[in-house]
């Protein structure tokens, strides 16, 4: 009778998790022999919105490893800050010189989840070529609880390799190209405005109750009526205020829209710091503003002291002229598809870090 031992069965149950997770985001590639101490690659593709899916640049390798429950707790492991995992000192050196980044999938039996390392980032930054003249043979590596290998941790794998590839292929400053791929489809919508006979304006959720902020980025037929007006962005970001908007589209030129138009400031007093001021109108009704950097006053509504709602129209300035020019060179390429349906949105906060 064959007998299979417990650590076995164990590897051989989450590395079949990992890979039932992991095949929706690209195909795996293996070594016909196990000599580069890496379990599995991952060769990332990504969905068009044709329905088909392309195959990107991106080939990513996991080595991956397990804790199980009796070893750590449930307990334990949900109050932990961070998973120590160790890891053999040559095989990190023979991961820290390769040009594609391995990553540790660490998975913690009691929980049931894998979290995610970088493990060449991680070296670079706690030993970097220190690591050559480590009198040891093993040491601890630590991933944090913060970084669970989920959908996020794979978009932002693909997100960094996107960017490098755009970089390469455009000759184009780094910067740029971040703007490009956040943003593609908001400044070739912007870009394109005319031609389509739409306009567009920023409808801004400054939260007074919330720690987020919102931006609704909406599109209607030029002269259409308020009802027309249909969200094609929703843009949340923790801690942002309205007076941030301008910062976060740095290729977009603001205005504030007709009801605000003539409205010079002139009654308000000074700003504070952070380019707000409360506005009291003749009848006495309380209208929140803020000042845009070309020094027009956007006047809000008070929306009962939950949020102070904003109104500004976009357009594109230089830097967003240059950045459609590049954007339509990358559709041209065929290295991005538009995507024209109503239903994008992106959240920025902390909590979407990983450590990839």
């Known amino acids: 009778m064959a007998i299979i031992g417990k650590t076995d069965e164990f590897e051989h149950k989450y590395k079949e998790q990992f890979r039932a997770f992991a095949a929706q985001f690209g195909h795996f590639v293996t070594y016909e022999r196990d000599i580069a101490k890496r379990d599995i690659g991952l060769h990332l593709k990504e969905p068009l919105p044709s329905g088909e899916a392309k195959l990107t640049s991106c080939l990513c390798w996991f080595q991956l490893k397990g804790i199980m429950a009796e070893t750590l707790p449930e307990d334990k492991a949900k109050n932990a800050g961070a998973f120590k995992c160790r890891m053999k000192v040559e095989d990190l050196k023979f991961w820290f010189l390769q040009p594609m980044p391995t990553y540790l999938a660490l998975y ?10 970088n493990l060449q980032k991680y070296v670079e930054e706690k030993w970097g070529r220190k690591l050559f003249t480590l009198n040891q043979k093993t040491v601890d590596v630590e991933v944090s609880a913060g970084s669970p290998l989920d959908d996020e941790a794979f978009a932002l794998i693909l997100r960094k390799s996107t960017i490098e590839e755009w970089t390469k292929a455009m000759s184009a400053d780094e910067s740029h190209v971040r703007l490009c791929e956040r943003d593609y489809n908001v400044i070739w919508r912007i870009g394109t405005a005319a031609n389509r006979k739409v306009e567009h304006r920023f409808e801004i959720f400054d939260w007074q109750s919330k720690t ?4 609704h980025i909406e599109e209607r037929a030029v002269g259409g009526a308020d009802d027309d007006w249909e969200t094609v962005r929703n843009h949340w970001q923790y801690m942002l205020q309205a007076t941030g908007v301008e910062d976060m589209y740095p290729y977009l030129k603001f205005t504030v829209d007709e ?72 559709i041209d390429v065929k290295f991005i598809e538009v995507k024209l349906d109503p239903g994008e949105f992106i959240s920025v906060a902390p909590w979407h870090h990983r450590q990839v």
């Not at 913690?108 to 390392?117: A, H, Q, T, W, Y």
């Not at 987020?212 to 931006?215: K, L, V």
């Open 212 to 215: 987020r902020g919102e931006i």
């Open 108 to 117: 913690v039996e009691s929980i049931d989840k894998f979290f995610i390392l």
């Open 259 to 330: 009801e605000n138009e003539g409205f010079s400031g002139e009654d308000v007093d000074e700003f504070d710091e952070d380019g707000y001021r409360n506005y009291w109108e003749d009848d006495g009704e309380y209208r929140p503003s803020f000042k845009l950097k070309n020094g027009q006053v956007a006047l809000g509504e008070d929306c009962s002291g939950e949020y102070n709602l904003y109104y500004i129209i976009p357009e594109l300035n230089e830097l967003g002229l240059s950045l459609f020019n590049l954007i339509q060179t990358l």
